[in-house]
């Protein structure tokens, strides 16, 4: 059996020929189609990488202690959720592997349904189709005649940076309990905000004290720029943490010891998080505004590290006339047949990259 035959074709190769286009501009390319970060490591986080890089031994698939309690101490600071146990923290190799393993690691397969945003990181249904369950894309599950063993939401949004409100998340919490539908929250965005405010699934607020049902992924790649050191975790729900945890010490997936130490620096440090915020918050507010002035409607894009663009014309148009211009977005419709008229544009370039980008955008 081919595994390439049941998954999406991955949407990057498509973008080949718009990358060498804008690569031959006179001044280099803008490459603002991938949220990958540009800006160093922080140094504590270096510091613990060198300190432990001497481990010759197999690190644990449940994690360091010191790591799962700097996770919890870190929800509770940043993000108000409190009652989390040490125990029910799990890291994994990134969250993209966490992503597209869940339901295949969960047991679900063929005959479950498996619900995405109607605009959607691509990852949550290659999971499911991996897994061999149905998938549907919708913002209102609850609307379904059917009811799913999985539903994704996503806040801060990749692709549009929309932020769900605390009372829309706690009925999307309070109608998944009620029909038995595991709630899995993807929360790698939550502290790339910009308007407003951005709510853990676990709040209490939201969860009313209650992790039952529900589970959190977060990664340290945005937040941090520890994209190359794969440095993610989910929590939550204390069974269904328990039970990953007993697939994940079968398939030796298991996060890199150094990587661990370097996790736990990482999470007990605020510093480093609220010096990166404002480099992209710099970014995006010179970004922004040249791309309004060069024609272009800026959607949603209150968090995460893009704005989600329009210009009323097929993505793909946006994205080849951009080319043109040295400067590399992604399509909408990578995303979901709803973002045929956007494009995807990240803020993670350097300064210099950014403002090359806004004086052509200027020129154009």
């Known amino acids: ?12 190769d498509r973008l080949r020929p718009y990358a060498e286009k804008a690569r031959a501009h006179p001044d280099g390319i803008v490459d603002l189609s991938v949220g990958t970060p540009v800006d160093p490591t922080p140094e504590v986080v270096q510091r613990a990488l060198t300190a432990a890089a001497d481990d010759p031994g197999y690190p644990t698939t449940h994690g360091l202690p010191e790591l799962r309690q700097a996770v919890v101490d870190r929800l509770l600071r940043r993000y108000g959720v409190v009652g989390l146990d040490p125990a ?7 969250s993209k592997e966490l992503i597209a393993g869940l339901p295949t690691h969960l047991g679900i397969g063929p005959g479950d349904l498996v619900v995405q945003p109607e605009l959607a990181y691509p990852t949550y249904e290659v999971g499911a189709v991996l897994a061999g369950a149905d998938v549907v894309a919708t913002d209102t599950p609850e609307e379904l005649d059917r009811t799913p063993a999985l539903v994704w939401v996503n806040s801060p949004s990749n692709p549009t940076g929309r932020v769900l409100a605390a009372a829309r998340l706690r009925e999307l919490v309070t109608w998944a309990r009620s029909v038995g ?17 951005a709510t853990s699934v676990l709040h209490p607020d939201v969860c009313e004290g209650t992790f039952d049902g529900l589970l959190a992924v977060h990664s340290l790649s945005k937040s941090s720029n520890l994209a190359g050191y794969r440095c993610a975790f989910v929590t939550g729900d204390p069974a269904v943490v328990a039970e990953l945890l007993a697939v994940r010490r079968n398939l030796g997936l298991m996060l890199p010891g150094p990587m661990q130490h370097a996790m736990a620096a990482a999470a007990a440090d605020d510093a480093h ?15 922004r505004p040249a791309l309004q002035r060069a024609g272009f409607r800026i959607d949603d894009s209150e968090g995460a590290l893009y704005l989600w663009s329009s210009r009323g014309e097929d993505c793909w148009e946006t994205v080849a006339a951009l080319a043109d211009d ?12 709803a973002g045929a008229e956007h494009v995807r544009i990240a803020l993670t370039a350097t300064d210099e990259r950014v403002d090359a980008a806004c004086e052509r955008l200027t020129r154009a």
Do not use: N
Not at 88 to 94: A, N, T
Not at 181 to 197: I, N, P, Q, R
Not at 326 to 337: D, E, K, Q, R, T
């Open 181 to 197: 539908t595991l709630l899995v929250s993807d929360e790698c965005y939550l502290d790339c905000v910009w308007e407003g405010a």
């Open 88 to 94: 029910g923290v799990l890291p994994s190799i990134g």
């Open 273 to 287: 998080v609220l010096e990166q915020h404002a480099r992209y918050a710099a970014r995006r507010d010179r970004l």
């Open 1 to 12: 059996m081919k595994v390439s035959g049941r998954l999406p074709d991955f949407p990057w």
């Open 326 to 337: 040295g400067i590399l977005v992604a399509p909408g419709s990578f995303y979901g047949p």
